[in-house]
């Protein structure tokens, strides 16, 4: 009798974790009432502490510096580019308007992406795969197969470099899914592009780099965040940072994401059409440390569903990335991080749960710590 109830219990149990690794939409879909212990953090990780609202909920949000791009290429330039190294400096986050990408091609980006989450679970199961090499890959929470505690949410994943093989893997449906997807990529590169080129004159470092950024990988991750029950138990993604140079991300006009400053989580408020841009792990290490990849993470709410279009681009994956010679000085700033690639970052983030900044912090020379052999770029 006794085994029998331990075997039933058991295979409740394997049924759970079945669930929960088809999706929080799907969760959501069997009208739970209530969040799962499976998604539940521990009291000190959660947004809200002993019932007391935590910064955000207090209204307390971050106006981050927002920059005018149009004016990269006018007579204020230099007044930009100030404004920029200030922004990479002080917060690590940054808006930007005026950028240039059509409006329409960033509503229908939000717009086909959020038809892509309302499809019936057995068209976006097709795309569910735990290989993080996959050129496309639909799943749930944060890094799935470690987490302990999941996250509430739901991605796509899609490979952008070299868009003609990563193509033909992306959805066929919604059908419009891969002309919208590729006209909002092309408008992000190019967009980094730019950005890469005057954050590099920020730095007086050699542009001579910029070149092989143009076959740099790119990878875009759409998030959506279902309506949570219990907001204040979980999170949508955990305290992280990003591992490439540079994130640009699209988010629709639901608060969530969060970063921290000073000691504080604060609300980054949703721009219209803005675009928020951040510095990831990689120009970290280029810059030697002057510009810093900042931890963030998301918020669920009660009210609304989100979604949000992160792309994250860095140099061609192959390629290795170290300080640039141009920021180290052996007598006053030190080589402060050993060399890296994105095939280590890959095998990291497989084997265990990488969340706050942990990959980077793996990176960083503290004295007596040895310089392996390769060279920085
Ligand atoms: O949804 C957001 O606002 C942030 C997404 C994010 O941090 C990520 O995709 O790494």
Not at 284 to 312: Q, T
Request: proline residues 7%; negative net charge.
């Amino acid at each position: 009798m006794a085994m029998d109830l331990e075997a039933e219990g058991e295979k409740k149990e394997e049924a759970a974790e079945r669930q929960y690794m088809e999706g929080v939409k799907q969760l959501c879909e069997s009208g739970i009432k209530k969040v799962p212990n499976k998604y539940i953090l521990p009291a000190s990780e959660r947004p809200r502490v002993n019932g007391r609202r935590d910064t955000a909920a207090q209204n307390l949000s971050l106006k981050l510096p927002v920059i005018d791009l149009s004016l990269l290429h006018s007579k204020d330039h230099a007044s930009v580019i100030q404004s920029l190294e200030k922004a990479c400096e002080e917060y690590g986050f940054f808006q930007i308007v005026n950028h240039g990408i059509p409006i329409e091609v960033i509503r229908d980006m939000v717009g086909v992406v959020r038809r892509f989450f309302e499809l019936p679970f057995e068209e976006r199961s097709k795309y569910m795969s735990s290989d993080i090499r996959n050129p496309v890959r639909y799943g749930t929470s944060f890094n799935q197969m470690n987490d302990k505690v999941f996250s509430w949410r739901d991605f796509l994943k899609l490979s952008c470099h070299p868009i003609s093989s990563a193509l033909p893997f992306w959805p066929s449906s919604p059908a419009d899914l891969r002309d919208k997807a590729l006209l909002y990529v092309k408008e992000m590169k190019s967009l980094f592009m730019d950005l890469m080129e005057a954050i590099l004159e920020t730095l007086g470092v050699n542009r001579g780099v910029l070149e092989e950024f143009r076959t740099g990988s790119h990878i875009l991750v759409a998030n959506c965040y279902p309506v949570c029950p219990e907001p204040g138990l979980t999170l949508g993604m955990p305290p992280h940072s990003d591992y490439g140079f540079l994130t640009l991300l699209l988010q629709d006009d639901v608060e969530g994401l969060q970063i921290q400053h000073g000691d504080e989580w604060v609300t980054v408020e949703p721009v219209p059409d803005s675009l928020v841009v951040n510095i990831g792990d990689h120009f970290e290490i280029f810059s030697n440390g002057r510009y810093k990849s900042v931890l963030h993470r998301v918020l669920v709410n009660p009210a609304k569903l989100r979604i949000s279009v992160a792309s994250l681009h860095s140099l061609p994956i192959e390629r290795v990335v170290g300080p640039s010679p141009d920021l180290v000085d052996d007598d006053d700033n030190p080589r402060r991080y050993m060399d890296t690639d994105f095939a280590s970052f890959l095998d990291y983030i497989a084997s265990c749960e990488s969340k706050h900044k942990n990959f980077l912090e793996s990176r960083r020379l503290t004295p007596g710590k040895a310089l392996p052999d390769s060279q920085p770029i």
